[in-house]
């Protein structure tokens, strides 16, 4: 069921609780209702992606994102007065008061090589409609100043090395009544100088003018304003920023199952490596392998060495590794090289007999495991005659790594699927 189906469903007054994953706008509002995500991302190529119509609407826990057009286009118009708590917005928005009007900040800040044995300081001009406040839970990072007026302003970024090579991969936030997040990345090096007063980032001109003023239609409550809010206490240090890309697994969180179609964000579920097992029941004398490919962003191989199978048992950057003692494949998505920029895992029955294809295995399941336990579960229930099937892809999205459950594929075997990717294979 798509988004718009379930707002149409929903009984005024009602609540819809949406799973983690991403949902496809654009949508309205349009009957007094709470959208309700839980790690939940709504998108839509161009703005508005969510259109409140109505009084007695709610937003709480979304994120929602333009993704092709222009950022100064709008995410979320709000028409009417509507109740909004913890919303991240990637785009403009309208009907928000002050918030309203274009960001002029980062979406990635690429910090290139950084001397790991002492400050490295960079410089960066933002320009946004309503203060906000800087914040970054990595040891290491502090900005000056934290929290930066309307308009534009000047900020120093400060990255301390730890003394030894390392990874840089984390995530700013700029938290107003709404949120908004730069990613940044770069590499410590022994050997590298320090940097010095780099300008990294230079806003735009901006013209608010259009922007209404005056009363808000919306009632935020993710965060005071940034002159209300006092001195934080000071943050836990870890030895290393790199350790900060994945916050530890929770011991006793739920298994993730995912549907078909559905895509989230892997960070929160596996940290930044994983195994993956496809089990079930087979019903005949089946062979069956997995397949990994590592593709650009064209989707083509990167030849013969991008495919990862029980020939091939290491990709040439050392991220994906099949294991022929049990099957699984693991993937280290911090060893992934840069060009890489989707991982498709698919699994192919061996044998030249199409009558042994996956309607001979009961119970499918694509399993992702970290730190020993399952954390993702995706049944691949109603395949039939499928010789070769795609159980998932990993890809990059807005600086980070997501999965989308698949569970299709081709009767024809694994030569199509080849040669789709840029692999000529013989049939």
């Not at 009907?95 to 910090?111: K, M, N, V």
């Not at 490596?273 to 650009?296: A, H, Q, W």
């Amino acid at each position: 069921m798509n988004l718009s189906e379930i707002i149409a469903g929903m009984p005024e007054g009602g609540t819809a609780a949406l799973p983690p994953g991403e949902f496809e706008g654009p949508v309205v509002i349009s009957r007094p209702m709470t959208l309700r995500g839980n790690n939940t991302t709504v998108w839509a190529k161009h703005g508005s992606v969510i259109t409140v119509t109505s009084p007695g609407v709610a937003l709480e826990g979304l994120r929602v994102e333009i993704t092709e057009g222009d950022l100064s286009e709008t995410a979320i118009e709000a028409l009417c007065p509507v109740r909004a708590a913890d919303i991240e917005v990637l785009g403009s928005v309208r009907g928000f008061g002050g918030e309203d009007g274009i960001s002029e900040i980062p979406r990635t800040l690429q910090l290139g090589e950084l001397s790991a044995d002492g400050e490295n300081t960079f410089r960066m001009t933002v320009d946004i409609p309503a203060a906000a406040r800087l914040v970054c839970n990595a040891a290491g990072i502090r900005f000056s100043p934290e929290n930066i007026p309307a308009g534009k302003s000047e900020v120093t970024l400060t990255v301390t090395g730890s003394g030894s090579p390392a990874l840089v991969y984390t995530e700013i936030l700029v938290e107003s009544k709404l949120r908004r997040r730069i990613y940044l990345c770069g590499r410590f090096s022994v050997n590298a100088p320090a940097v010095k007063d780099r300008v990294i980032f230079t806003a735009q001109p901006v013209d608010r003018s259009g922007a209404p003023a005056g009363q808000s239609n919306v009632t935020l409550t993710l965060n005071q304003p940034p002159e209300s809010i006092t001195a934080p206490a000071p943050k836990p240090s870890t030895d290393v920023i790199t350790d900060v890309g994945a916050a530890p697994l929770p011991e006793n969180a739920p298994v993730l199952r995912l549907t078909r179609g559905q895509r989230v964000p892997l960070a929160q579920y596996v940290g930044r490596s994983c195994e993956m097992f496809l089990t079930g029941r087979k019903l005949g004398g089946l062979d069956i392998d997995p397949y990994v490919f590592m593709l650009n962003e064209k989707e083509q191989s990167f030849g013969d060495g991008g495919l990862v199978f029980f020939g091939n048992e290491q990709s040439p950057d050392g991220a994906v590794r099949y294991h022929p003692d049990d099957g699984r494949v693991s993937v280290d998505f911090t060893k992934v090289d840069d060009n890489v920029k989707r991982i498709t895992v698919a699994y192919s029955v061996y044998s030249g007999n199409s009558t042994k294809n996956f309607s001979l295995v009961a119970e499918p399941r694509f399993s992702l495991y970290a730190g020993g336990k399952e954390r993702v579960q995706f049944d691949m229930d109603g395949l039939s005659g499928e010789v070769t099937v795609v159980a998932a892809e990993f890809y990059i999205y807005k600086g980070e790594w997501r999965i989308s459950a698949v569970g299709a594929g081709y009767r024809d075997g694994l030569v199509k699927l080849c040669n789709r990717y840029g692999i000529e294979v013989s049939g």
